[in-house]
């Protein structure tokens, strides 16, 4: 029999519904004790066990998958994989499968619920509220402002068709060449991250983590912001120094931002973050969205068993 191991929250959450698939297929399953996703530490503790796993955005370094002697597979709940050494993977023979596309919708309206709250002050007019604070405050509308995107994938176009359709101006920057056919249907104008730093109203991340874009939102960036910019980032916490944010906070450098990842999660409760006013946080949860849940799981499970 061979042995499964499910980290994947999302997996956990709804695990009863799946239970008869491994054992039609004769598997044994261990459900993991995960809040968020398992450390390096935690996984060199028990991936030897292993056939194959269920993962989230847990830490599959090289160090972890050269104990792992029994892996065959490791099945990503979801798109991301920058979590797993991909290299050392492939060396070892170890299959890594995604869901490409997965949550490119769900992802693309919350990003747009962002600005709008940003651009509506929809979150200070309730709490002001609440507070038997009644005030008319000044906002504005997102037809007037400019929209940065970096990474113009499946997620990145969807939030410019969604901006576009609220006549926003829409700059973006990609390492690839994007298909004329998008561009000119969004109306968009490729650019380079510098110009989006320096004339971007909103700057929205949507591009894939790695050596080349860990804290591309440092000091550097945030100094060329002369617009005072909003920025949104729905893709992974590592794109943005921490500590470079929230001295862009507090020195006024940036109006605000929305963020649904962070370096470390949980994100600590103590973190000078969830004192601010000027930012709207979210439990890396922007997939949130049945439908397209229920696709991954579906996906998640056949990518499992047709590797082992």
Same mark, same amino acid.
């Given at each position: 029999?061979?042995?499964?191991?499910?980290?994947?929250?999302?997996?956990?959450?709804?695990?009863?519904?799946?239970?008869?698939?491994?054992?039609?297929?004769?598997?044994?399953?261990?459900?993991? +004790?995960?809040?968020?996703?398992?450390?390096?530490?935690?996984?060199?503790?028990?991936?030897?066990?292993?056939?194959?796993?269920?993962?989230?955005?847990?830490?599959?370094?090289?160090?972890?998958?050269?104990?792992?002697?029994?892996?065959?597979?490791?099945?990503?709940?979801?798109?991301?994989?920058?979590?797993?050494?991909?290299?050392?993977?492939?060396?070892?023979?170890?299959?890594?499968? +995604?869901?490409?596309?997965?949550?490119?919708?769900?992802?693309?309206?919350?990003?747009?619920?962002?600005?709008?709250?940003?651009?509506?002050?929809?979150?200070?007019?309730?709490?002001?509220?609440?507070?038997?604070?009644?005030?008319?405050?000044?906002?504005?509308?997102?037809?007037?402002?400019?929209?940065?995107?970096?990474?113009?994938? +499946?997620?990145?176009?969807? &939030?410019?068709?969604?901006?576009?359709?609220?006549?926003?101006?829409?700059?973006?920057?990609?390492?690839?060449?994007?298909?004329?056919?998008?561009?000119?249907?969004?109306?968009?104008?490729?650019?380079?991250?510098?110009?989006?730093?320096? +004339?971007?109203?909103?700057?929205?991340?949507?591009?894939?983590?790695?050596?080349?874009?860990?804290?591309?939102?440092?000091?550097?960036?945030?100094?060329?912001?002369?617009?005072?910019?909003?920025?949104?980032?729905?893709?992974?916490?590592?794109?943005?120094?921490?500590?470079?944010?929230?001295?862009?906070?507090?020195?006024? &450098?940036?109006?605000?931002?929305?963020?649904?990842?962070?370096?470390?999660?949980?994100?600590?409760?103590?973190?000078?973050?969830?004192?601010?006013?000027? &930012?709207?946080?979210?439990?890396?949860?922007?997939?949130?969205?049945?439908?397209?849940?229920?696709?991954?799981?579906?996906?998640?499970?056949?990518?499992?068993?047709?590797?082992?």
């Amino acid at each position: 029999m061979k042995r499964i191991l499910i980290s994947a929250p999302y997996m956990l959450m709804d695990f009863e519904r799946f239970k008869n698939i491994f054992i039609e297929n004769n598997l044994e399953v261990t459900l993991a +004790n995960v809040k968020e996703r398992l450390s390096e530490h935690e996984l060199l503790d028990i991936i030897a066990d292993f056939d194959g796993v269920v993962c989230g955005d847990d830490e599959f370094t090289r160090k972890v998958l050269s104990k792992a002697k029994k892996l065959k597979v490791l099945s990503k709940w979801g798109t991301g994989i920058n979590s797993i050494d991909l290299k050392a993977a492939e060396e070892l023979g170890i299959k890594v499968c +995604n869901t490409v596309n997965a949550f490119s919708h769900p992802v693309a309206d919350t990003t747009m619920a962002y600005m709008l709250a940003f651009a509506r002050s929809v979150i200070t007019s309730d709490a002001q509220m609440k507070q038997g604070i009644w005030e008319k405050i000044t906002g504005f509308t997102l037809s007037e402002k400019t929209l940065g995107i970096i990474g113009l994938g +499946n997620i990145g176009t969807q &939030v410019a068709k969604r901006a576009h359709a609220f006549n926003m101006k829409i700059i973006a920057n990609d390492i690839r060449d994007i298909a004329p056919v998008i561009l000119e249907q969004y109306d968009i104008t490729m650019t380079t991250k510098y110009d989006i730093f320096e +004339n971007a109203d909103f700057i929205s991340i949507h591009c894939t983590l790695d050596e080349s874009t860990h804290h591309m939102i440092d000091r550097t960036a945030f100094d060329k912001m002369k617009q005072k910019p909003y920025l949104v980032n729905t893709a992974r916490g590592g794109h943005i120094s921490h500590g470079d944010l929230l001295k862009a906070l507090e020195q006024g &450098v940036i109006a605000g931002a929305a963020l649904d990842v962070f370096e470390e999660e949980p994100l600590p409760a103590d973190d000078k973050l969830l004192q601010r006013s000027d &930012v709207i946080l979210a439990p890396h949860n922007s997939n949130n969205s049945r439908k397209y849940w229920e696709a991954v799981h579906t996906n998640t499970l056949s990518n499992l068993i047709k590797n082992l």
